[in-house]
Structure formats: structure tokens, C-alpha cells
């Protein structure tokens, strides 16, 4: 029987033991290894007030079908759901509006989509984008913000489209890379869109609202890293910190640091034949090294964002905003000139149907830049104390909570700049090469749950077909 490893127990490493386990079925033995004490990486489930609250990822985007499909697969379709017709909202230029629709990550299909956010000379700018002549992309990634500024100036940046994306990575658009974070909006252009105005528009759907946009499970998230451990059948080892591979005659050695448990044999080293790695860029850098040193370089230039989430429970009957969210752009500040801490508050509540009703009031709140820890470097009391204090300017909510969690995700979020295409390019030329192993995880094609599974769908494969040799 082969032995398989795989390093890392998040979303990505489990889909692949998952898919491992139906392309070999029982020629293989299966082991997960991983670092903290539980599965799901970013996929956590806590208790809060009483209900299982995501803290980590809150939902995934349904317009891509790997998670709809793995969902319906391993038998959840019963659990998922989709958000309420709540609107999301967004604190731009000093005032709380409506999220417009009609963009693509906060690039207009017209002016008079943005209309509401923009001042009379910011909408004048969008007007004019599709007169400045064609988009010279060049042959490889561009600068995000640069290319935004320059065609629509900075109003649209610093008002929507950064909101956004501090959303999905924590980072502004300055330091992200075109082709890295919007491929649709630069395949538009390269497929003959003449202006970004135009690109947005051919890619936003036909029928507006048809299709919900995002999903989720009830009960959490967790529930489906809980179901793929166990249709993986796997061996599970929690609180094992992997501190070196290296090759065999054979396969490959994993060897434990001093986060491993306790017990012989757990500290011992493990041979196996065939490694899936699916954990952080600074994890996969540091066990790379010496075994593919091309990989390993291009992992150790990846850089990372910290954010923390605040999981409110608040009493029954706690009135919220008549919004699904609100996201807060950079440098933002209340009537009186005081910046916000956070950068987006969830109104669950309103959001998800099913965590609705009589029970308590849940909301979230994100706090975490890249480049800008602010209240990051405080401790849980002062983060939630800004946190609400936030809540209470932005939304008027001043209740007392009856619960409250706070989770830091450290290093959290893959920075995906304007070199990450050709980074990712070596690691996975680098990979190829070398026979039982393979590569998975959020720095690699996407930080979403989709781009998750994608990944781990793709490692698991080539390890199976090499298996099956």
C-alpha cells in the first residue's frame, strides 16, 4: 500500500486528501499533518453566543464551481445556503453609501454605476475612460493601482475599488497586480475590449441577480473540512509541526519539531512515498529549501498581510443598519475627523438568513492591512474596544455584547503583486520535476476557497497519476 502525506489541514490540504482517496480508493494509506490543534485552516467554526459562527472565511464565491461542485459531491447540498437581498454598503468620501453595482471589484461599466460614490469630478473621470484609446497591457502583470489611477484617476481607487480588495487580500491596489487579482478583466482586453470601462461591462452577467454571487453552509464552514477528513479517510495528526523533508531511495522522510506530540512514536520520522504540501508560503519555503531550492526562493518572496476578526454576539432585537455589510475604505474618517480602525463590518444577521431570526444578533468585524497593522499591534482589549467603538460611529449600534470573539490570523492573507504569475510559474516549473510531490494552497492561483479546492484538486491528481504509474 503507498504512503501519503499531506502537509497542511486547511481547506486546501483536506480537498486533496479528499480527492486522493477517489482516485486510489484503498491503494493508499493517507495521513494529514497538521501544525495547530484542529483542521480547517481558515475554515473555523467557533461558538459564538451560543451559535457556530465562521471567524475565518465567511462564505465562497458561487460564480466558480469548484466548491458548488464539491459541496453537492460529498453529500452538504442539503446545508448550503446564499445571502439574503440585504445590500452591502461602503463608507466612502466621508459618507455611507450603497455599494453600487454594475463593477467588476469596483472597475465601472459606466459612469453612472459609481455615480453615487464619486463626486461630479470623480464621475467625469470614469466618463472619460473609454476616449483615452486602447489598454496597453504588455506581456506580463501590471501594477493594479498605477493602471486604475492613470485611466480613471484616484477617486475610484480610494473610494471602491480599495475597499474591495482590502476585503479579499487586505491589500490596496497599489501593490497588487492586474493579472494576478482580476484575469477576467485583463482576458476582456486581450480579447479586444477597447477601454476598462468596456472590459467590466463584458464580463458582468446578462441578467443581473439571477445567479447568487456567494454561498455558505449552515451550521459553518467547518462542516466541510469536518466531512472531508472523514470521506478522506485519512490518518490525522494535530499539534505536528513538520520541521524538515528531505528525499528518499524511496519517496520521502518528514521529520517533526518540537511542536510534535509528545509521545513515541509520533516525535519519529515518517517515510512515505508521495508529499502534497499545502501549507503557508513561509512553511513551504523553509521545507523546500535544499529539496527544490527554486521553489523554495520563489515561496520565501511571497509576502503576507495579518487581519483579525471580532465575532460580536449581540442581544435579541440589537437593530442593525439596514445592510447585508459595510466595507471601510483607507484613511476614512467620521464627521469629526477620527479615522476607523476597521475595515469592514459583516451584519450576519441580515446577511445569512439562518442567522436570523430570535436569536442573537451576530456581526463581524475586520480590522487589517497590509502594510498597516494600526490596532493589530494591540492587545484582544483595546482591539475590540476600537473595534466597537467603530461599529457604534459607523452603525449606531452601542448594545453591550452578550458574547465576542477575537481571532488573529497572522500573516493570513498572500500578497498577490505584480510578480506573483512568474513566482508561482517557478514553483510550479520547479515542482514538476520532481516526482512525488505537489504543490497546493491559497499563494498559488487565488486566495478564495475555489482557488482553493482548484489547487488541491490539481496536486491531487498528478499524485495519483504518478502513484498509478
Not at 452538504?76 to 453609501?97: E, F, N, W, Y
Given at each position: 500500500?503507498?504512503?501519503?502525506?499531506?502537509?497542511?489541514g486547511?481547506?486546501?490540504?483536506?480537498?486533496?486528501?479528499?480527492r486522493?482517496?477517489?482516485?486510489?480508493?484503498?491503494?493508499?494509506?493517507?495521513?494529514v499533518f497538521?501544525s495547530?490543534?484542529?483542521?480547517?485552516?481558515?475554515?473555523?467554526?467557533?461558538?459564538?453566543?451560543?451559535?457556530?459562527?465562521?471567524?475565518?472565511?465567511?462564505?465562497?464565491?458561487?460564480?466558480?464551481?469548484e466548491?458548488?461542485?464539491?459541496?453537492?459531491e460529498?453529500?452538504?447540498?442539503?446545508?448550503?445556503?446564499?445571502?439574503?437581498?440585504?445590500?452591502?454598503?461602503?463608507?466612502a468620501?466621508?459618507?455611507?453609501?450603497?455599494?453600487?453595482?454594475?463593477?467588476?471589484?469596483?472597475?465601472?461599466?459606466?459612469?453612472?454605476?459609481?455615480?453615487?460614490?464619486?463626486?461630479?469630478?470623480?464621475?467625469?473621470?470614469?466618463?472619460?475612460?473609454?476616449?483615452?484609446?486602447?489598454?496597453?497591457?504588455?506581456?506580463?502583470?501590471?501594477?493594479?493601482g498605477?493602471?486604475?489611477?492613470?485611466?480613471?484617476?484616484?477617486?475610484?481607487?480610494d473610494r471602491?475599488?480599495?475597499?474591495?480588495?482590502?476585503?479579499?487580500?487586505a491589500?490596496?491596489?497599489d501593490?497588487?497586480?492586474?493579472?494576478?487579482?482580476?484575469?477576467?478583466?485583463?482576458?476582456?482586453?486581450?480579447?479586444?475590449?477597447?477601454?476598462?470601462?468596456?472590459a467590466?461591462?463584458s464580463?458582468?452577467?446578462?441578467?443581473?441577480?439571477?445567479?447568487?454571487?456567494?454561498?455558505?453552509?449552515?451550521?459553518?464552514?467547518?462542516?466541510?473540512?469536518?466531512r472531508?477528513?472523514e470521506?478522506?479517510?485519512a490518518?490525522?495528526?494535530?499539534?505536528?509541526?513538520?520541521?524538515?523533508?528531505?528525499?528518499?531511495?524511496?519517496?520521502w522522510?518528514?521529520?517533526?519539531?518540537?511542536?510534535?506530540?509528545?509521545?513515541?512514536?509520533?516525535?519519529?520520522p515518517?517515510?512515505?512515498?508521495?508529499?502534497?504540501?499545502?501549507?503557508p508560503?513561509?512553511?513551504?519555503?523553509?521545507?523546500?529549501?535544499?529539496?527544490?531550492?527554486?521553489?523554495?526562493?520563489?515561496?520565501?518572496?511571497?509576502?503576507l498581510?495579518?487581519?483579525?476578526?471580532?465575532?460580536?454576539?449581540?442581544?435579541?432585537?440589537t437593530?442593525?443598519?439596514?445592510?447585508?455589510?459595510i466595507?471601510?475604505?483607507?484613511?476614512e474618517?467620521?464627521?469629526?475627523?477620527?479615522?476607523y480602525?476597521?475595515?469592514?463590518?459583516?451584519?450576519?444577521?441580515?446577511?445569512?438568513?439562518?442567522?436570523?431570526?430570535d436569536?442573537?444578533?451576530?456581526?463581524?468585524?475586520?480590522?487589517?492591512?497590509?502594510?498597516?497593522?494600526g490596532?493589530?499591534?494591540?492587545?484582544?482589549?483595546?482591539?475590540?474596544?476600537?473595534?466597537?467603538?467603530?461599529?457604534?460611529?459607523?452603525?449606531?449600534?452601542t448594545?453591550?455584547?452578550?458574547?465576542?470573539?477575537?481571532?488573529?490570523?497572522?500573516?493570513?492573507l498572500?500578497?498577490?503583486?505584480?510578480?506573483?504569475?512568474?513566482?508561482?510559474?517557478?514553483?510550479?516549473?520547479?515542482?514538476?520535476?520532481v516526482?512525488?510531490l505537489?504543490?497546493?494552497?491559497?499563494?498559488?492561483?487565488?486566495?478564495?476557497?475555489?482557488?482553493?479546492?482548484?489547487?488541491?484538486?490539481a496536486?491531487?491528481?498528478?499524485?495519483?497519476?504518478?502513484?498509478?504509474?
Amino acid at each position: 500500500m503507498k504512503q501519503v502525506a499531506v502537509i497542511g489541514g486547511g481547506i486546501s490540504g483536506l480537498a486533496a486528501a479528499y480527492r486522493l482517496r477517489r482516485l486510489l480508493g484503498d491503494q493508499v494509506q493517507l495521513t494529514v499533518f497538521e501544525s495547530t490543534a484542529a483542521v480547517g485552516g481558515k475554515l473555523r467554526t467557533a461558538e459564538v453566543g451560543g451559535v457556530g459562527y465562521d471567524v475565518g472565511a465567511e462564505a465562497f464565491l458561487a460564480r466558480r464551481p469548484e466548491v458548488l461542485a464539491l459541496v453537492e459531491e460529498i453529500g452538504l447540498a442539503d446545508r448550503l445556503v446564499h445571502p439574503t437581498k440585504a445590500r452591502a454598503k461602503i463608507h466612502a468620501g466621508g459618507s455611507v453609501q450603497g455599494l453600487p453595482p454594475g463593477t467588476v471589484m469596483g472597475v465601472p461599466a459606466s459612469a453612472e454605476a459609481v455615480a453615487g460614490v464619486l463626486s461630479e469630478d470623480g464621475r467625469h473621470a470614469v466618463e472619460k475612460e473609454r476616449s483615452l484609446g486602447p489598454v496597453q497591457l504588455g506581456s506580463g502583470d501590471v501594477a493594479l493601482g498605477p493602471l486604475l489611477r492613470e485611466r480613471f484617476g484616484d477617486e475610484l481607487v480610494d473610494r471602491l475599488v480599495d475597499p474591495l480588495l482590502g476585503g479579499v487580500y487586505a491589500g490596496g491596489a497599489d501593490g497588487l497586480g492586474l493579472r494576478a487579482t482580476m484575469p477576467g478583466l485583463a482576458g476582456a482586453v486581450e480579447a479586444g475590449a477597447d477601454s476598462l470601462t468596456a472590459a467590466a461591462k463584458s464580463l458582468l452577467p446578462k441578467t443581473p441577480g439571477t445567479a447568487p454571487v456567494f454561498g455558505t453552509l449552515t451550521g459553518g464552514l467547518g462542516g466541510l473540512a469536518e466531512r472531508l477528513l472523514e470521506l478522506s479517510g485519512a490518518r490525522l495528526r494535530t499539534s505536528s509541526t513538520v520541521r524538515a523533508l528531505s528525499r528518499t531511495e524511496s519517496g520521502w522522510r518528514i521529520e517533526f519539531g518540537a511542536a510534535a506530540p509528545a509521545h513515541a512514536p509520533a516525535d519519529s520520522p515518517v517515510d512515505v512515498d508521495a508529499v502534497v504540501l499545502a501549507v503557508p508560503a513561509p512553511a513551504a519555503r523553509k521545507l523546500l529549501d535544499g529539496v527544490v531550492p527554486a521553489a523554495s526562493a520563489a515561496f520565501g518572496e511571497v509576502e503576507l498581510a495579518s487581519m483579525a476578526v471580532v465575532a460580536f454576539a449581540f442581544p435579541p432585537g440589537t437593530e442593525l443598519p439596514d445592510a447585508s455589510g459595510i466595507l471601510i475604505g483607507a484613511g476614512e474618517r467620521d464627521a469629526e475627523g477620527v479615522p476607523y480602525a476597521s475595515k469592514a463590518f459583516t451584519f450576519s444577521s441580515n446577511k445569512w438568513a439562518h442567522l436570523g431570526g430570535d436569536g442573537p444578533v451576530l456581526v463581524r468585524g475586520s480590522v487589517g492591512r497590509f502594510g498597516e497593522p494600526g490596532v493589530l499591534t494591540e492587545d484582544d482589549d483595546a482591539l475590540v474596544a476600537a473595534v466597537r467603538a467603530d461599529l457604534a460611529r459607523l452603525a449606531g449600534v452601542t448594545a453591550r455584547p452578550i458574547d465576542l470573539l477575537v481571532t488573529r490570523w497572522g500573516g493570513g492573507l498572500p500578497q498577490y503583486g505584480t510578480g506573483h504569475l512568474d513566482r508561482v510559474a517557478r514553483i510550479e516549473t520547479a515542482v514538476a520535476d520532481v516526482p512525488g510531490l505537489a504543490v497546493a494552497g491559497a499563494t498559488l492561483h487565488g486566495v478564495g476557497l475555489p482557488a482553493c479546492v482548484a489547487t488541491a484538486d490539481a496536486a491531487a491528481r498528478r499524485i495519483a497519476d504518478q502513484l498509478l504509474e
